[in-house]
């Protein structure tokens, strides 16, 4: 499914240690559960770098343990081969056309409810007093699809740049946010939905005991999310069971706060996509939604339900939409169920009781709606808390050479989920006819969010790197915009592609 640049691939692809004789140079580690090797990869000129694939951090979510709390990993014997990614969260199939055009879908691992693994890039595996910052990678998706080693979060640039960089699969859909009586009533914490984000904070529980090996610092770790990953950072600064396990936090294109209205006016979302990160029904009202589709579909108690079939239970929610023309939003977003969420992101935030960690927050020119206002209403209130925000706005609009027709409106321009190929600067793995000043962009996007995760400060220690990025304050509201200059703005729009220097 993927088109490279015939020229590209030999300037920027890298040579990997991936036989098993090969492979044994990478340093066989001890994490919770055994020991595991990765492989190591050697970029000519560069360096190497260690990667560490599929690595469980929590017990299998099937059968029994469908619909609880992450469970204590299970050992196992030997060493266990981690070269090759385990299974993203289950969910539809991806065809040709949008987001499985742009991105490239097809070398990933089959689609499962046996998902919970995750993934370890860095240059320093098994070199525990290294100490190198950690970052958090949370993929979007709608709460629904996504996996954290789609090709545009490659690793490897991270890795290179001295952070120790983590991707993870979590739960999604019906499997990863159902609300249900029953699951409630034999809960300890009396309490249902909100899998998906007990998974992300059993990861960071994960980095917690088990970074060190990596090279990683468990005391400097950062979590950035785009989209639904985005809302799931939202959902875990706020929610009690994850303090402490981080100390910054990025939003890529989630949204801010609701803008409070003037005198007179009617209250304003800050975006249209507000009812997606803002919706938030109490535990019983989402259990009741529940409860009635499921009733529908003759999925009358838990044990039906724990019985029926990954295939048949990942779309019922959207049959019925379809088939009774409403409109819920039950299993595919995080809710507020007085444990894992206590409240809304919106009201904690202007309370002041979210994560009190530096933040990164911004948007893209052509996103799902204006994310700006909210973005702005959130630096602000961090400003006058005596916090620090950082604001952004993504505006390159995407080089398009016309190869792919089927690539529809919605993604041109800086579109939702543009800025991807820039924070991971993995833009040879895409078929856009990328220009020199594309390279340049995506190497200052790359290097302010990995010296955010070093120094909590994108310009780097004591603002060495240069970027002029100033936080957001009453005084100075003000974005970074992250853009081609004029010369490279010119040669894009010549359509002609320009190769790396």
């Given at each position: 499914?993927?088109?490279?640049?015939?020229?590209?691939?030999?300037?920027?692809?890298?040579?990997?240690?991936?036989?098993?004789?090969?492979?044994?140079?990478?340093?066989?580690?001890?994490?919770?559960?055994?020991?595991?090797?990765?492989?190591?990869?050697?970029?000519?000129?560069?360096?190497?770098?260690?990667?560490?694939?599929?690595?469980?951090?929590?017990?299998?979510?099937?059968?029994?343990?469908?619909?609880?709390?992450?469970?204590?990993?299970?050992?196992?014997?030997?060493?266990?081969?981690?070269?090759?990614?385990?299974?993203?969260?289950?969910?539809?199939?991806?065809?040709?056309?949008?987001?499985?055009?742009?991105?490239?879908?097809?070398?990933?691992?089959?689609?499962?409810?046996?998902?919970?693994?995750?993934?370890?890039?860095?240059?320093?595996?098994?070199?525990?007093?290294?100490?190198?910052?950690?970052?958090?990678?949370?993929?979007?998706?709608?709460?629904?699809?996504?996996?954290?080693?789609?090709?545009?979060?490659?690793?490897?640039?991270?890795?290179?740049?001295?952070?120790?960089?983590?991707?993870?699969?979590?739960?999604?859909?019906?499997?990863?946010?159902?609300?249900?009586?029953?699951?409630?009533?034999?809960?300890?914490?009396?309490?249902?939905?909100?899998?998906?984000?007990?998974?992300?904070?059993?990861?960071?529980?994960?980095?917690?005991?088990?970074?060190?090996?990596?090279?990683?610092?468990?005391?400097?770790?950062?979590?950035?999310?785009?989209?639904?990953?985005?809302?799931?950072?939202?959902?875990?600064?706020?929610?009690?069971?994850?303090?402490?396990l981080f100390h910054k936090a990025v939003i890529?294109?989630?949204?801010?706060?609701?803008?409070?209205?003037?005198?007179?006016?009617?209250?304003?979302?800050?975006?249209?996509?507000?009812?997606?990160?803002?919706?938030?029904?109490?535990?019983?009202?989402?259990?009741?939604?529940?409860?009635?589709?499921?009733?529908?579909?003759?999925?009358?108690?838990?044990?039906?339900?724990?019985?029926?079939?990954?295939?048949?239970?990942?779309?019922?929610?959207?049959?019925?939409?379809?088939?009774?023309?409403?409109?819920?939003?039950?299993m595919e977003r995080p809710i507020v169920d007085?444990?894992?969420?206590?409240?809304?992101?919106?009201?904690?935030?202007?309370?002041?009781?979210?994560?009190?960690?530096?933040?990164?927050?911004?948007?893209?020119?052509?996103?799902?709606?204006?994310?700006?206002?909210?973005?702005?209403?959130?630096?602000?209130?961090?400003?006058?808390?005596?916090?620090?925000?950082?604001?952004?706005?993504?505006?390159?609009?995407?080089?398009?050479?016309?190869?792919?027709?089927?690539?529809?409106?919605?993604?041109?321009?800086?579109?939702?989920?543009?800025?991807?190929?820039?924070?991971?600067?993995?833009?040879?793995?895409?078929?856009?006819?990328?220009?020199?000043?594309?390279?340049?962009?995506?190497?200052?996007?790359?290097?302010?969010?990995?010296?955010?995760?070093?120094?909590?400060?994108?310009?780097?220690?004591?603002?060495?790197?240069?970027?002029?990025?100033?936080?957001?304050?009453?005084?100075?509201?003000?974005?970074?915009?992250?853009?081609?200059?004029?010369?490279?703005?010119?040669?894009?729009?010549?359509?002609?592609?320009?190769?790396?220097?």
């Amino acid at each position: 499914m993927k088109k490279f640049f015939v020229l590209l691939l030999p300037l920027m692809a890298f040579l990997g240690c991936t036989s098993q004789e090969q492979s044994k140079d990478c340093p066989v580690l001890t994490v919770e559960g055994g020991q595991i090797q990765g492989l190591c990869y050697q970029v000519p000129d560069v360096g190497t770098y260690y990667a560490y694939k599929g690595i469980p951090y929590a017990a299998a979510p099937i059968g029994d343990l469908r619909w609880k709390e992450p469970q204590p990993v299970v050992a196992w014997e030997g060493v266990k081969d981690c070269t090759k990614y385990g299974h993203p969260g289950y969910q539809a199939v991806h065809y040709p056309g949008g987001y499985a055009t742009e991105w490239g879908y097809g070398d990933e691992a089959p689609y499962s409810e046996d998902c919970l693994y995750l993934n370890v890039f860095t240059k320093a595996a098994g070199q525990a007093d290294k100490k190198l910052p950690v970052a958090l990678w949370i993929h979007g998706g709608g709460y629904r699809e996504g996996w954290g080693t789609e090709p545009e979060f490659d690793g490897k640039e991270w890795a290179l740049k001295d952070v120790v960089l983590v991707t993870i699969n979590y739960r999604l859909g019906i499997f990863g946010f159902m609300p249900y009586g029953e699951l409630s009533a034999e809960s300890p914490h009396g309490v249902s939905g909100n899998y998906g984000i007990m998974d992300q904070i059993q990861s960071l529980k994960w980095i917690k005991e088990n970074i060190a090996q990596f090279g990683g610092d468990p005391n400097n770790v950062t979590i950035f999310g785009q989209s639904a990953g985005a809302g799931s950072v939202r959902t875990i600064c706020e929610s009690p069971l994850a303090r402490g396990l981080f100390h910054k936090a990025v939003i890529m294109s989630g949204g801010g706060l609701n803008v409070p209205p003037k005198d007179g006016e009617a209250p304003k979302l800050a975006t249209p996509m507000a009812k997606f990160f803002t919706y938030n029904p109490t535990l019983k009202e989402a259990e009741a939604e529940t409860k009635k589709v499921m009733d529908w579909a003759g999925l009358t108690d838990l044990q039906k339900l724990r019985a029926a079939s990954t295939e048949i239970l990942y779309p019922m929610c959207n049959i019925y939409n379809m088939v009774n023309k409403s409109d819920l939003y039950v299993m595919e977003r995080p809710i507020v169920d007085g444990y894992v969420s206590l409240k809304s992101f919106d009201e904690a935030a202007r309370e002041g009781s979210i994560a009190d960690v530096p933040y990164m927050i911004g948007y893209t020119l052509n996103d799902l709606g204006s994310l700006g206002p909210g973005i702005a209403e959130f630096c602000k209130v961090r400003s006058e808390q005596g916090g620090k925000a950082w604001a952004y706005e993504f505006a390159r609009p995407l080089p398009d050479d016309g190869s792919h027709p089927e690539v529809t409106e919605r993604l041109k321009g800086a579109f939702h989920s543009s800025d991807l190929w820039f924070v991971f600067k993995s833009l040879e793995h895409c078929w856009r006819p990328w220009t020199q000043g594309d390279w340049d962009l995506a190497e200052k996007m790359l290097t302010a969010w990995t010296n955010f995760a070093k120094y909590s400060d994108p310009n780097g220690a004591e603002g060495s790197e240069g970027l002029g990025w100033t936080p957001w304050t009453a005084e100075s509201p003000q974005f970074m915009l992250f853009k081609l200059d004029d010369k490279d703005a010119e040669a894009s729009a010549m359509g002609e592609p320009i190769l790396p220097e």
